[in-house]
């Protein structure tokens, strides 16, 4: 008997217990593991870092009244009252590369383990909580490996195994795992537009002896992206299955009747996972080059990387590389009830990659196709 389903199955982000990437570091007490995570991030500080922790404050009363202070340096320090819910931690989180968790308070889905004499007991009652150790550091160089950690893990002194003063070569551990869930690029070329002024679907112009959307495609193509349109309505085929093979480089919109921010919301629903290069139709300008300047200076510490034209006061929002912790923010501002991508980019921490206004020119109306058809043909 097939298992009734309540709830849409929608695909989630790969997140961590309550981050996206997180270490829980625990064997010692706080106060070394605070240290090394703030020597650690000095190393790592081109990445933006949280460390997740519990108060060590006693007596302390429930607060009736949320605080927020804003230091004008950018500080925020909040006083609140709530518990610990890994759903919440994981949008505060999600703008994050990578979290360090205090692992003698909150488990966390890898771990250091500090291999600590004098908290020998607090280590085997934690035992079950070390599911995916990393690497192992060491108090002392001639600190032994406990005897229950090897009847526990036979193969722990084969570990990667650091002392805490070598910052540098943990710190640069820590960077190899940050590295290996930087997010894969999907391309998502946006058709469908209303296209008022120019009279005609501008997706389907052509420039390049080929509509418009298929160039715009084989440019993303060309850099090894699996690539997609973003249509607000899946094509009307045949329900033959190989008539509709064809189409399944289609993301319909799931988000209606908002745009180019609808595009890639529902891309992002498809694909919370990759980020996504996002291409418009209209800026036929828009060649090789520039999307090789795009991806060379690709940030996925941020959360986009967009282009902007030198004499331009705002970014393009339609030739940007959306990271995977822009859906989470997309998603925020559609609560406030903006849906103007443009609106978030400005006022969230992207990467600008500046480059002469000719390439992103948008091309609008019939005169203006005539005119850039002339000189693209020149």
Request: with cysteine.
């Amino acid at each position: 008997m097939k298992k009734h389903k309540k709830h849409t199955n929608i695909e989630r982000r790969n997140n961590d217990n309550f981050a996206p990437n997180e270490i829980a570091i625990l064997g010692t007490n706080c106060g070394i593991i605070s240290d090394l995570v703030h020597k650690v991030s000095e190393k790592l500080s081109n990445y933006k870092l949280a460390y997740f922790d519990a108060s060590h404050a006693k007596d302390v009363q429930e607060n009736k009244l949320s605080e927020y202070t804003f230091h004008h340096e950018g500080n925020l320090q909040i006083t609140t009252s709530g518990n610990v819910n890994k759903f919440e931690q994981r949008l505060q989180f999600t703008k994050y590369d990578y979290v360090f968790i205090n692992g003698n308070h909150y488990q966390g889905a890898k771990q250091i383990l500090i291999l600590d004499e004098a908290k020998k007991a607090s280590v085997f009652k934690r035992l079950e909580q070390l599911d995916n150790i990393q690497f192992i550091v060491k108090l002392k160089k001639e600190t032994e490996f406990f005897n229950f950690l090897v009847e526990k893990f036979p193969n722990i002194k084969n570990k990667l195994c650091y002392t805490i003063d070598e910052v540098d070569k943990i710190a640069n551990h820590i960077n190899n795992l940050i590295q290996e869930k930087i997010a894969p690029i999907k391309g998502l070329v946006l058709v469908g537009g209303k296209s008022t002024r120019m009279g005609t679907d501008k997706s389907e112009l052509n420039y390049f002896g080929k509509p418009q959307k298929e160039h715009a495609k084989e440019l993303l193509e060309n850099n090894n992206f699996e690539t997609y349109y973003s249509v607000q309505n899946e094509s009307s085929v045949s329900s033959s299955a190989v008539e509709k093979s064809q189409f399944t480089n289609e993301i319909p919109d799931v988000f209606l009747n908002l745009g180019p921010f609808g595009g890639i919301c529902s891309a992002f629903q498809k694909d919370p996972n990759s980020a996504w290069l996002v291409l418009a139709t209209d800026v036929p300008f828009v060649n090789d080059k520039v999307i090789q300047q795009l991806l060379k200076h690709r940030n996925p510490s941020k959360v986009a990387t967009a282009i902007k034209g030198k004499n331009k006061e705002f970014v393009e929002p339609l030739i940007t590389i959306y990271e995977p912790k822009a859906y989470a923010i997309l998603l925020q501002y559609l609560a406030q009830g903006y849906s103007c991508p443009r609106k978030m980019l400005i006022n969230s921490d992207v990467e600008i990659v500046e480059i002469d206004d000719s390439f992103i020119r948008n091309v609008n109306t019939p005169e203006e196709f005539e005119m850039a058809k002339k000189e693209i043909n020149g």
